[in-house]
């Protein structure tokens, strides 16, 4: 299997091959996951300690129970009650943590290039699970997966990714990874909420939902990240869900076997209408929750793997 990274920061620093190689292994996680034994002890021995300064539900779920189901020993640190909120540094943090031997490392955290600071200083591999406005690299594999299982192939595909691309982590590691995989993507939305220099990144640009959703094979709806907002980015939410949700006509203008998607948590009638979220013929937003289990238990395997051969290379006392 092809897949040499250190720590998975962002899709920016995966090959072609090393996601293929996610997929794949996550692929078979799925079976298991499906199975009545849901035990494996490819992490039997090792700490994994989430570390979640942003509030998550999904996410942190996903990687605990990814750990847990791969026999790692799985700690929550309670950040909103550490040492920071009482003054301590992130590089305080990181030297405390590296007393504590850990093996891998999840992160989450509200401002971009925390976690490659973190990286740099800690003696484990670290997984980025989200930055700020920079990336959210399990998210793009879980998404890339059930386009993968759904599709059929995760190349050649139009993708129109719809709604607030500019505070959107999960739009940039898509755009990064569904571009690496010669898809044709689409970013749909109002001007305030298209990124500054969008020209840069490769794609097509909308600001019309039927236009961008003409003949599309994945529509993947972003939630308004009100929380990253300061200022007046649209009307109304009323006004927003008339132009930009997605309702049953906008979707008329994708190609009849097109599929739904959304990262969650979904914002019902102002990005999606209700009806189309649980669309059982149409939307996958279901199976991206259970494809999420599957690429964090693959992602945390193969980073392992990488771990265990450098360590073993090491003289004994460097990891001491």
């Given at each position: 299997?092809?897949f040499?990274q250190?720590?998975?920061?962002?899709?920016?620093?995966?090959?072609?091959?090393?996601?293929?190689?996610?997929?794949?292994?996550?692929?078979?996680?799925?079976?298991?996951?499906?199975?009545?034994?849901?035990?494996s002890?490819?992490?039997?021995?090792?700490?994994?300690?989430n570390?979640?300064f942003?509030n998550?539900?999904?996410t942190?779920?996903?990687f605990e129970?990814?750990?847990?189901?791969l026999g790692?020993?799985?700690?929550?640190?309670?950040?909103?009650?550490?040492?920071?909120?009482?003054?301590?540094?992130?590089?305080?943090t990181?030297?405390?943590?590296?007393?504590m031997?850990p093996?891998?490392?999840?992160?989450?955290?509200?401002?971009?290039?925390?976690v490659?600071l973190?990286?740099e200083?800690?003696?484990?591999?670290?997984l980025?699970a989200g930055d700020?406005?920079?990336?959210?690299?399990?998210?793009?594999?879980?998404?890339a997966?059930?386009?993968?299982r759904?599709?059929?192939?995760?190349?050649?595909l139009?993708i129109?990714?719809?709604?607030?691309i500019?505070?959107?982590?999960v739009?940039?590691?898509n755009?990064?990874l569904?571009g690496?995989?010669?898809?044709?993507?689409?970013l749909?939305g109002?001007?305030?909420?298209?990124?500054?220099?969008i020209?840069q990144?490769?794609?097509e640009?909308?600001?019309?939902?039927?236009?961008g959703?003409r003949?599309?094979d994945?529509?993947?709806?972003l939630r308004?990240q009100?929380?990253?907002m300061?200022?007046?980015?649209?009307?109304?939410?009323?006004?927003?869900?008339?132009?930009?949700?997605?309702?049953?006509?906008?979707?008329a203008?994708?190609?009849?076997?097109?599929?739904?998607?959304?990262?969650?948590?979904?914002n019902?009638g102002?990005e999606?209408?209700?009806t189309?979220?649980d669309?059982?013929?149409?939307?996958?937003?279901?199976?991206?929750?259970?494809?999420?289990?599957?690429?964090?238990?693959a992602?945390?395997?193969?980073l392992?793997?990488?771990?265990?051969a450098?360590?073993?290379?090491?003289?004994?006392?460097?990891?001491?």
């Amino acid at each position: 299997m092809t897949f040499r990274q250190r720590h998975l920061l962002g899709i920016e620093q995966l090959r072609p091959e090393e996601i293929k190689t996610v997929l794949d292994l996550a692929d078979s996680y799925v079976d298991l996951n499906r199975s009545t034994q849901k035990r494996s002890d490819v992490l039997a021995g090792l700490t994994q300690i989430n570390m979640f300064f942003e509030n998550s539900t999904r996410t942190q779920a996903s990687f605990e129970i990814a750990g847990k189901r791969l026999g790692a020993d799985v700690m929550n640190m309670a950040m909103q009650a550490s040492s920071i909120k009482k003054g301590e540094t992130l590089i305080d943090t990181a030297l405390t943590l590296n007393a504590m031997h850990p093996d891998l490392l999840v992160v989450r955290h509200p401002h971009s290039g925390a976690v490659n600071l973190l990286a740099e200083k800690v003696n484990c591999a670290v997984l980025n699970a989200g930055d700020g406005k920079h990336e959210h690299p399990t998210q793009a594999l879980l998404d890339a997966l059930t386009i993968r299982r759904e599709k059929g192939r995760l190349h050649r595909l139009t993708i129109a990714i719809c709604g607030d691309i500019a505070h959107s982590r999960v739009a940039r590691s898509n755009l990064i990874l569904l571009g690496k995989m010669e898809n044709r993507v689409r970013l749909v939305g109002p001007p305030t909420l298209m990124p500054s220099q969008i020209d840069q990144f490769g794609v097509e640009v909308y600001g019309d939902m039927e236009e961008g959703l003409r003949d599309a094979d994945v529509v993947m709806m972003l939630r308004l990240q009100r929380e990253r907002m300061d200022g007046g980015f649209i009307p109304s939410e009323r006004e927003y869900y008339h132009r930009f949700g997605l309702d049953a006509e906008k979707l008329a203008h994708a190609r009849p076997d097109a599929i739904v998607m959304h990262p969650g948590p979904m914002n019902r009638g102002v990005e999606i209408d209700g009806t189309i979220a649980d669309d059982i013929n149409r939307s996958v937003i279901q199976e991206q929750v259970e494809m999420g289990v599957a690429v964090r238990m693959a992602a945390m395997d193969l980073l392992a793997r990488n771990l265990r051969a450098e360590r073993a290379a090491q003289p004994e006392d460097v990891y001491v």
